[in-house]
């Protein structure tokens, strides 16, 4: 079996997620304004010129601190009621397309993601991917976060958790493809048959030009019920029209057979 996997910021939404979800944090009480602004400086920062491993470490150490002593539970719950109007309307059209053409071709869609897992898991059942692999935190018997991780989910360790899965499902890595917007994800992209960059920053674009990569650009965000709404408007105009092209056909056939009598 063949499978596609997908990154999540910057090639399936347009924004960092945690940082999207700043607002409803700081409303529900688990950011300080400081905080908040802080977020939205890293997102400035990761949009423009990407990211280090070095700072994505720093990233990653500051998130888990900030989580120490957050309910697990709260938090899932949060991005659930909040997936609508924090997540779906930047996910983007193009990211969709490509979803769908992958789907139709039969082949697993995988989610392998940063973020953690209790904000990827909605969006992937959201949008119908078969499976998603996400960091994931220790939680202390009472539900909360304890500041440390399991699995952060970056870098080799994606391309691991790939191999792992293709073990485990039976995948065919070499005719797999594998989309992202990262350098970091370079281990990832290696590791199927067909790699796509997308959106790259400035060191993934320099590696795909070299390795003659396809290079994709997407820039249509779009809520996802704009989206359905769009493709059941057409979908009604087919009907319709169909509908008139059988009512001609039985109004000429009326029409014949009164000549004929």
């Not at 990407?50 to 309910?71: N, Q, V, Y």
Request: charged fraction near 25%; glycine fraction near 6%; proline fraction near 4%.
């Amino acid at each position: 079996m063949e499978a596609a996997f997908f990154d999540l910021d910057k090639t399936i939404i347009a924004r960092p997620s945690l940082a999207a979800y700043g607002p409803v944090l700081r409303k529900a009480g688990y950011l300080s304004a400081t905080t908040t602004l802080r977020a939205i400086w890293g997102q400035l920062l990761f949009r423009f010129s990407g990211t280090s491993e070095s700072s994505m470490e720093r990233i990653r150490k500051t998130a888990l601190k900030l989580a120490a002593g957050w309910e697990q539970e709260g938090l899932r719950r949060l991005a659930n009621e909040h997936l609508t109007n924090v997540i779906e309307p930047i996910v983007f059209d193009e990211a969709l397309e490509v979803l769908d053409l992958h789907r139709e071709a039969g082949r697993l869609l995988v989610l392998v993601s940063a973020s953690p897992a209790e904000i990827v898991e909605p969006l992937a059942n959201h949008l119908g991917v078969d499976e998603y692999v996400a960091t994931t935190a220790t939680i202390d018997v009472d539900g909360r976060y304890t500041g440390d991780v399991e699995l952060y989910v970056h870098g080799s360790v994606k391309a691991e958790a790939i191999e792992n899965l293709a073990e485990k499902r039976n995948l065919d890595l070499s005719k797999s493809w594998a989309y992202s917007d990262s350098v970091s994800d370079i281990p990832m992209l290696e590791s199927v048959g067909f790699p796509v960059a997308v959106n790259p920053d400035r060191n993934l674009r320099r590696e795909a030009e070299l390795r003659e990569w396809p290079i994709l650009e997407f820039d249509n965000p779009i809520a996802l019920g704009d989206r359905i709404h769009i493709e059941r408007n057409q979908v009604i105009i087919l009907i319709l029209s169909i509908s008139a092209f059988i009512g001609l056909g039985l109004l000429i056939r009326k029409m014949f057979g009164r000549d004929k009598n």
